[in-house]
């Protein structure tokens, strides 16, 4: 069993960043793929990133690829998501989750936190 707190979000300017953290609980974080996803209202949730336990391997959504940067320190049982350029278009919640394998669809995801908002101003 995994339990997964965001925090970071908040209202920025465009043009601004934000880190976007994700703490779990339970022995065995590292054991997990990691995602990031994000929803706006009136759309579908939207892959954004994900990386293995190790690291190794990571994953990036075109739409925010070169803009977003994941990262994990299994030591602190967070994963990180930090968001450069932010535009209005990126308001959404975000959404940490935890897979047992590295995975861009949702559905393979089997722990989900309950998700931080991000809004940003034009």
């Known amino acids: 069993q995994v339990q997964l707190v965001e925090s970071g979000g908040g209202l920025v300017q465009a043009g601004g960043s934000l880190r976007l953290s994700c703490a779990a609980s339970?022995?065995?974080?590292?054991?997990?793929?990691m995602g990031w996803f994000r929803q706006a209202p009136g759309k579908e949730r939207e892959f954004l990133s994900a990386i293995t336990y190790s690291g190794a391997r990571i994953y990036y959504a075109d739409s925010v690829k070169g803009r977003i940067t994941i990262s994990r320190d299994n030591a602190k049982n967070t994963v990180y998501l930090q968001m450069n350029s932010l535009k209005p278009e990126d308001t959404a919640v975000y959404y940490c989750a935890a897979a047992k394998i590295l995975a861009t669809t949702d559905r393979e995801y089997d722990y989900w936190g309950q998700g931080t908002q991000v809004t940003v101003s034009s």
């Open positions: 339970g022995r065995t974080f590292s054991s997990y793929a």
